[in-house]
């Protein structure tokens, strides 16, 4: 039977460990890039682009208290359309909205009383009764 030393790293090798930058450089390869490409998760584009004022040139033909509760509504459904989404996870934002509210174009499409029911907005916040029937834009919405 053989002896066990005491010492039992003094019969191993030593190792050193050195570390080589990637063999292609990061912007050269287009298969590398296409790939990165693709793994990517798509950003759905956010329904509000914060610190932009509302455009008051889409509501020229309403009356100015009508365009301010309009202007009111667009903001909540921006608001609670992000606030969805980002409870949703990266990669499948878009489609878990849709299948529940529909897309995001669908859901302005909708007049504003309709929008809010679906997103459930409570519509005691705007005068309701002056913008039931028009869509997100300021268009009146035609019943069928």
Known sequence: MEKIPDNPGADRQKVSVVERSLLVAHGQSKKLAELRKRL????????????VAPEKQLFAGLKPEVAEELNKARTLIEDSINQIMRSFPEGKKNRLFGFRFGSVDAVKAMPIKTAFKTLGIADHSVKMKLIAELDFHGNEVKRS
């Open 40 to 51: 990517q998760p798509d950003f759905p584009v956010e329904a509000v682009r914060r610190g």
